[in-house]
């Protein structure tokens, strides 16, 4: 069982209705592979940073068994940067600064001994990055799974579309749905989008929860209800990283399973979002995440003969 | 199995992005005694209407089964009237015109049959309505609900808190919930109104769901996604119908029992928005409704091993 991720490991600094932080550990890449190696899969990352970023970052990832052979330094370069706030409700924020720095004219290489993962997680970058690491892997992973946004949509469109229609599962949020599809029910976008390429669609709802769709079948996960809602950011890289995870852990594809996969990410991003960052996440035991899993089961069980 | 209501009996004129209609037949207590009567109770409205009100509407009524004993006509008098256009997302609307015509100085009169009732579901309407039905009922039946809405909020706090504190279960939407209580987190929001009187508490999230909260305990039933929601108006009550109704229907009013009635409560709604008013409703078998149901546990049933 092994996960390749691509995507960004990066300084976010933030604001929330309940506090601000410096320059903190964030990132696409680094969210997904904490989530996944949390759940026992050798997982590696595919990313680049700059000579600014901390022994202590790199550190941290390396003692949660992360790969790092795929993370290119560039010692003379700035690491990507993101600033943020949060509005009052945390369902919508302001950027405030997007420094690409070292990530302009990242080329990603895939070392060898990763070149047969079984899942590859693209992780929401530019779709040619994501294109590029799809194609230096030999052997097809048994999943690949892709997350991407509304700016590669307004952007790279035409990119966007031959990278799509090479992936398994696309994982997006209902408002990139619509936008991709240019249907408002949800239903109809996954329908439409499962023709451009993936046969399965995951669309993320925030706090309202997340929706599987894979040919007429459809699975919903709520987000788990939360007494208080610290720092969104990671949420959805989170809960893909979760996701592919666990389909990775369990080696297992099938419909049935990416539902416990959905409800996996669902956990792991009612962790994140407890504190800034990382923070949660870098803390979780395996006590917490199976209690964390408990509530879960009991949020949505019924039994009900018909 | 005896199931009484009291709510607005109304015309409402609507408009949706897809439509629009004349005076049809509306009101909390026709949707919530049609729901309640689809699932087999005994169901009875306590309501007025004027002299406008078409005996069309009167028979249709009784073909369901509905006990309208309780419905006062007032010849020289006009049924209650409101007028909405939902925006296009059909999550708001805007209220054009509402004439409380009869129901300005509706004094509530139950039948002398219905006075032992199982279950009283006091539809939206003012507190003081409310309260005047639930102290003619001479045995306290076994389950009191209750929903209503900002409006009341706003205008007869105090006579809605006296009111409130009488009744077993609280339906209301997540905004109305953040009001009621003063808290962001919908966790803490129902906590909060547990405070206030009923022991469980059901806050309603639209296309987003259902949450049914009661001591520690949590349950969340989503809506089921739909190709197309047509008409909005009338859900709420719809699903308060189906939730009370099957209460009704089992005379079991545990927790468990509670999910299986946010199950059905939330499966009629989704019949309900399909097309205008109580067209959709009004032709719905038992196989469509079956249908329906088994869709829904399609969608949140899963197995896990922890």
Redesign the interface.
């Known amino acids: 069982m092994s996960l390749l991720t691509v995507g960004t490991v990066a300084f976010d600094k933030l604001e929330t209705p309940f506090g601000k932080t410096d320059k903190i550990l964030g990132g696409a890449a680094t969210f997904i592979s904490m989530a996944s190696s949390l759940l026992g899969v050798k997982t590696g990352i595919v990313s680049v940073v700059g000579g600014d970023f901390p022994e202590e970052y790199i550190d941290l990832l390396k003692s949660k068994n992360i790969d790092l052979s795929g993370l290119e330094i560039i010692p003379n370069g700035k690491t990507f940067f993101w600033e943020g706030k949060y509005h009052?409700?945390l369902n919508s924020r302001d950027t405030l600064a997007t420094e690409l720095n070292v990530l302009e004219n990242f080329e990603p290489k895939v070392p060898e001994q990763w070149k047969d993962c079984k899942v590859l997680m693209l992780g929401n970058l530019h779709p040619l990055v994501q294109k590029s690491v799809l194609e230096q892997i030999d052997i097809r992973p048994e999943l690949v799974v892709l997350d991407t946004m509304n700016f590669w949509m307004d952007h790279t469109w035409d990119e966007l579309m031959t990278v799509i229609k090479e992936v398994d599962v696309l994982s997006i949020n209902d408002e990139e749905a619509r936008q991709m599809s240019g249907e408002?029910?949800?239903?109809?976008a996954a329908k439409k989008i499962m023709t451009m390429g993936p046969k399965t669609v995951i669309i993320k709802?925030g706090e309202?929860?997340a929706?599987l769709f894979q040919d007429e079948?459809?699975?919903?996960?709520?987000a788990l209800?939360?007494?208080?809602?610290f720092d969104p950011t990671g949420a959805g890289d989170t809960f893909a990283g979760g996701f592919s995870g666990y389909l990775a852990s369990t080696e297992d594809y099938s419909f049935?399973n990416m539902?416990?996969a959905i409800?996996y990410g669902s956990a792991l991003a009612s962790v994140t979002v407890e504190k800034f960052g990382t923070d949660s996440l870098n803390e979780l035991t395996k006590e917490r995440l199976?209690e964390r899993?408990?509530r879960f089961?009991?949020?949505?069980s019924?039994?009900?003969k018909?």
Chains 1, 2 share one sequence.
């Open positions: 009052n409700d408002y029910s949800l239903q109809k709802k309202h929860g929706l079948r459809v699975f919903f996960a709520p209800p939360l007494e208080d809602v049935e539902k416990r409800i199976d899993l408990k089961q009991d949020l949505i019924f039994e009900m018909l």
